[in-house]
DNA sequence: CAAATAGTTTCGATATGCGTTAAATATTGC
DNA sequence: GCAATATTTAACGCATATCGAAACTATTTG
């Protein structure tokens, strides 16, 4: 039972969030750029932002010639978790079937 | 933009669910047995076992030697297109790194 | 130091989701 | 037909998430 997966699903749960992870799949954005990409209000964007990086989804860098600007980028790990649990479900369909098929005609158990 | 992706993931947002869809991985259970195994009331599993459904990930079926119930199984579609979103972001990385690196000493854009 | 820029945080309002209890539906068994 | 079983649906209250607007912080620029 991995509670950061739980993290992970709820943060990418959002249309918004998700787009935007999608957007920084091309390569890392600011803030802006990504409020301007996804048709959200910069707050609505920086709230998103500060939920995917809670969920260590996304990581947040200050460019060296402009402190105020942030740069977002995707972090690999959650979402090579999730993938992982995703596909440790393939391979369990076959099983799946023949469980089926002996729980419904064996009644159960 | 995948719409049925969103829908995948706000179904498997919910912890209650996402330990369902878990349970259901050791094979196929009726409607009553998941809710006693995740702590749940009847009703309460009713309406995840609901969302699951709508979301495509698990179907329902009766068992002929009694019509009053349900049970669920997993099915592999929506998890398949989750694993393959989760997936096409590994590979990236590396680029995303350089997009960095770029995208900081560049200035943008 | 004042003005402008980039972004975040707070606030108020609305909306959505979840759980429980109670009622309803469908089905089985006597 | 009537009681019991398996599950869903409906109604209500509570917690949480989201948005836009306004305020705030930090930084750059003149």
């Known amino acids: 039972m991995s509670a950061s997966l739980d993290v992970t699903l709820a ?9 935007t992870v999608d957007l920084l799949r091309q390569g890392p954005r600011r803030a802006g ?33 402009d402190a105020r600007v942030r740069v977002y980028a995707l972090r690999p790990g ?15 369909w076959s099983d799946q079937l023949l469980a089926l098929k002996a729980h419904v005609e064996g009644g159960g158990g």
Do not use: I, N
């Open 33 to 65: 750029e990504l409020a301007q990409a996804a048709g959200l209000s910069a707050p609505a964007m920086s709230r998103h932002l500060r939920a995917l990086r809670l969920a260590g989804l996304v990581e947040e860098t200050h460019p060296p010639f």
């Open 78 to 92: 959650p979402m090579a978790e999730l993938k992982a649990w995703a596909e440790a479900a393939e391979g369990l």
């Open 11 to 19: 943060a990418l749960a959002d249309p918004h969030r998700r787009a």
